[in-house]
């Protein structure tokens, strides 16, 4: 992940790799293999462009990184050094108290501005990046929600009928309905089985109770 921000943000800057310095992660953040199509995605998430942000929806996960300064000739030096710092910084926040194992919606978020120096490590600043996750911890209404705060929640539970779908090359897709031999959150592959056939099929988990065949 941070060799791939290293490389956005010199294509950015429009210099070379090794004139961009980035700072080190927290010792006790896990990084995830990121399952999005294309993989990490990455942004400058604040005017200042001092700090390269590192997203991703499967699982829902997103890290700040900070730009070292006076790596490169080309700002992430000295034209960043006079820019100014942003005292607020989105984030999502919950309206009301949830459990853990709450699956979030839309609707149960809001984004505030908050202080920075109140926001706690990964906090997330998308609502998109939390919908249809499950908390896997109580928050209270009005706190930051973090990446740490969230995983894919529960689409698929062993036993279930579910829809299977297999797209074809020519823009046709075809589905039916298996059973499901485990649970399964946005993302995995679980396995699948054919009632009539008794076939044993293999499906990636897109959406509650919808797979696509892989």
Request: charged fraction near 20%.
């Amino acid at each position: 992940m941070l060799v791939g921000a290293q490389k956005w943000v010199a294509a950015q800057r429009h210099v070379a790799v090794k004139e961009v310095a980035l700072g080190e992660l927290d010792g006790r953040l896990q990084v995830p293999v990121c399952k999005d199509t294309g993989g990490w995605h990455y942004d400058f998430p604040f005017s200042s462009q001092d700090t390269v942000r590192a997203r991703c929806g499967t699982p829902v996960v997103q890290f700040y990184v900070r730009i070292a300064k006076g790596a490169g000739p080309a700002g992430v030096g000295s034209a960043e050094k006079s820019a100014p710092q942003a005292t607020t910084r989105p984030a999502v926040v919950l309206r009301q108290g949830l459990l853990r194992g709450t699956r979030l919606s839309a609707a149960q978020m809001q984004v505030v501005q908050m202080p920075v120096a109140d926001l706690p490590m990964q906090s997330i600043d998308n609502i998109d990046n939390a919908v249809d996750a499950e908390l896997t911890r109580d928050v209270l209404a009005g706190k930051p929600l973090r990446s740490a705060d969230l995983r894919p929640a529960l689409m698929v539970k062993r036993g279930q009928t579910v829809t299977l779908t297999l797209r074809q090359s020519n823009g046709f897709a075809v589905s039916a309905q298996v059973e499901a031999l485990q649970d399964g959150r946005k993302g995995d592959s679980i396995r699948l089985k054919n009632r009539e056939s008794g076939r044993i099929l293999t499906g990636k988990v897109m959406g509650p109770n919808s797979l696509e065949a892989m």
